[in-house]
DNA sequence: AGGTATTCACATGAAACTATTCTCTGAGTTAGG
DNA sequence: TAACTCAGAGAATAGTTTCATGTGAATACCTGT
């Protein structure tokens, strides 16, 4: 068979998606259900804007996949709307400052932020007070309400201190004609207890907080999509039910239930079935697992990589193990193929670091008189743990 | 036996350092008029 | 004289080292019975 004759049939065979573009986390329906309260209320809040009053800075607590970003995305979409046709000064800048070398330090930050009045601003060498004044230009040049959401701010304050969000709440004192209203966005419910008290209370003027869907919500979410995303019949019953349940299971995540059932989809096709099966998004939760796991294993430097690879070695001979065993096979690797060895402090935080990603379990003992480490599992299923010695083989090219 | 003090093997934190990548500046060089 | 080149100073960042301090309980060491 000619690779032309596979693209013929390809063509031929009617896929399951309508729009798969309506499984993924950047698509706005035109109805948000189960938040018309959290819709109406940070309308409310906003509102102001369109009159180009600054309106109360506004924060938004919620668990990960409670449609807080997508609640402030529509609101925001329709405001702008508005504005267009009114002929209204507002701007809306969306920056998620989880996204690793693009928003994650205060110089990047005010450097996409300048990005958005269409100035480009070098990665690097520049001052960070210099940059600070380029956005300051930037901002005043025109009168207008400029609605700034940033979300994930947790990991932007995590990494670098609050003290941009001081500046940040600051500008407006320093500004003439723009004025600027910030809406951060949290994953993390006690956030702001650890700020400084001058950012916690002006930044949370007012305060919102997105709770947990159940598991008939993200059911009746999930329906609402797949009508759009998937053609007449192609799911299995139950396989929604079970979707939700994936999803009710840890938190009511319901970004998680689209993509898993995204990724079934895709799985299904891929395989030729006729209709996805409740054994292809079994399939699917694995295959996402997984992936994040190899995705995140591969972007990490050489070093983590053997680290990695030295716990995989020890592994099959003990369950368990601890920090200095782990050392001191890392450290016969590294002489083997005559890398410089790193300190024990470095890899005691890189310990950390696979355990925070799920690779391995760590739990912190005192083992009494012969003192206190990390006692380690690997956490990974066999299937997982060959690819991931593969990977690092191919990555460190033993 | 029961109570206290030690001690181990790291954990955790803060600060400082290093290498890399980048900009900006201004001196020196070149080429055209 | 204008345009170009190129070294040097200064930044930001990721990854790391150095130095300092913390810590939980098994064991060693007392004490008084």
Not at 37 to 49: D, F, K, S
Not at 360 to 387: F, H, P, Q, W
């Amino acid at each position: 068979m000619g690779i032309d004759n596979f693209f013929q049939n390809y063509l031929k065979k009617k896929s399951f998606f309508l729009d798969s573009s309506v499984l993924t986390s950047r698509y706005v329906p035109e109805e948000i259900v189960y938040r018309e309260e959290q819709v109406h209320e940070i309308a409310n809040i906003l509102a102001p804007a369109l009159r180009a009053e600054k309106p109360s800075n506004l924060f938004i607590y919620g668990k990960t996949g409670t449609g807080k970003t997508l609640s402030v995305r529509y609101v925001l979409a329709s405001m702008m709307q508005i504005a267009r046709t009114n002929a209204i000064p507002l701007k809306c800048i969306y920056i998620n400052c989880k996204l690793k070398r693009v928003a994650d330090t205060e110089y990047r930050l005010i450097a996409q932020l300048i990005k958005f009045f269409g100035q480009e601003i070098p990665p690097t060498g520049l001052p960070t007070d210099e940059v600070y004044n380029i956005f300051y230009k930037l901002l005043d040049q025109e009168k207008r309400i400029v609605l700034l959401v940033l979300d994930e701010i947790d990991q932007l304050t995590k990494k670098i201190g609050d003290e941009v969000l001081y500046n940040l709440t600051r500008i407006n004192a320093e500004l003439h004609n723009t004025q600027i209203c910030l809406i951060g966005i949290s994953n993390n419910l006690v956030f702001a207890e650890n700020l400084d008290p001058r950012v916690q209370s002006s930044l949370s003027e007012e305060e919102l907080i997105f709770p947990l869907y159940n598991a008939p919500q993200i059911q009746d979410i999930l329906r609402r999509r797949s009508v759009k995303a998937f053609r007449d019949g192609v799911l299995q019953p139950g396989v929604i039910e079970k979707c939700a349940a994936f999803a009710a299971r840890d938190h009511g995540d319901a970004r998680r239930a689209i993509d898993l059932l995204r990724v079934a989809g895709e799985l299904a096709e891929r395989t030729g079935s006729p209709e996805i099966t409740i054994q292809h998004l079994d399939d699917a939760e694995k295959k996402v697992e997984s992936d994040k796991i190899l995705n995140s294993i591969a972007a990490q430097p050489k070093q983590f990589q053997l680290v990695l690879y030295a716990i995989i070695l020890i592994s099959p001979q003990k369950k368990q193990f601890f920090t200095g065993e782990i050392y001191e096979l890392y450290q016969n690797l590294c002489k083997k193929v005559k890398w410089n060895v790193l300190t024990q402090r470095r890899i005691s935080d890189i310990l950390a670091e696979f355990d925070m990603l799920g690779v391995i379990n760590a739990k912190i003992i005192s083992k009494g008189r012969y003192g206190r480490t990390r006692e380690i599992s690997l956490s990974l299923d066999e299937v997982l743990l060959a690819k991931l010695k593969e990977l690092l083989e191919k990555s460190l090219s033993f």
